[in-house]
């Protein structure tokens, strides 16, 4: 066991959590060539698969993980191909961005409907979300609760994505900001 390894124990498990994990996502992965050849990506591929899209980098994971909730709520069905789309025109990590668009779901979508359709009813009068009666045509009931729902998922979109970013610039500048710390320290220790 090294030196460094006797002081700080839970840092080793971390790393090796972190290397089984890549490790484990590597495997599962295809291979860039494997995508590359891909009939429905070969007119992208080199846009795609360029390697800034899928590095963790810091501005391009703040940047994807906002693209991906913004896309979520503005256009919950189908976000994906759209959000790729723009995280290769602003440079961001591409599969930080999708797994964000998943956070409207199938199973998720009600709730974020109908949390939207209560956010927008604060902006915008609008009758009480019930259930179309028997007669009354879907499109007349859609028309009543629209506004609010529309207006809501756009601010769920902004909030999402403005508080996403800004928790991961603030993440990682303090996570920098500590290991410089814990530097510091480290070297006081070996010079006294």
């Avoid at 109908?114 to 009758?127: D, N, Q």
């Avoid at 500048?173 to 530097?183: G, K, M, P, T």
Wanted: hydrophobic share 50%; with cysteine.
């Amino acid at each position: 066991m090294s030196r460094h390894a006797s002081r700080h124990p839970h840092r080793n498990s971390e790393r090796s959590l972190w290397r089984r994990m890549r490790h484990s996502l590597g495997k599962r992965m295809p291979e860039r060539d494997v995508l590359a050849g891909h009939p429905m990506l070969r007119p992208l591929a080199r846009h795609v698969l360029a390697p800034w899209l899928w590095h963790l980098q810091h501005e391009s994971v703040a940047r994807g993980v906002a693209i991906g909730f913004f896309w979520a709520f503005v256009m919950p069905l189908g976000q994906i191909p759209i959000a790729v789309a723009h995280c290769i025109w602003w440079r961001a990590n591409i599969p930080l961005s999708v797994a964000a668009t998943l956070i409207t779901n199938p199973l998720t979508l009600g709730f974020w409907l109908w949390l939207s359709y209560r956010i927008g009813t604060l902006f915008v009068s609008a009758p009480p979300l019930v259930m179309p009666r028997q007669g009354t045509s879907l499109l007349t009931w859609m028309q009543d609760v629209g506004t609010p729902v529309v207006l809501g998922m756009g601010l769920l979109a902004v909030m999402f994505s403005l508080g996403s970013y800004a928790l991961i610039k603030l993440a990682w500048r303090l996570r920098v900001v500590l290991h410089l710390r814990q530097r510091r320290l480290r070297r006081r220790g070996r010079d006294l």
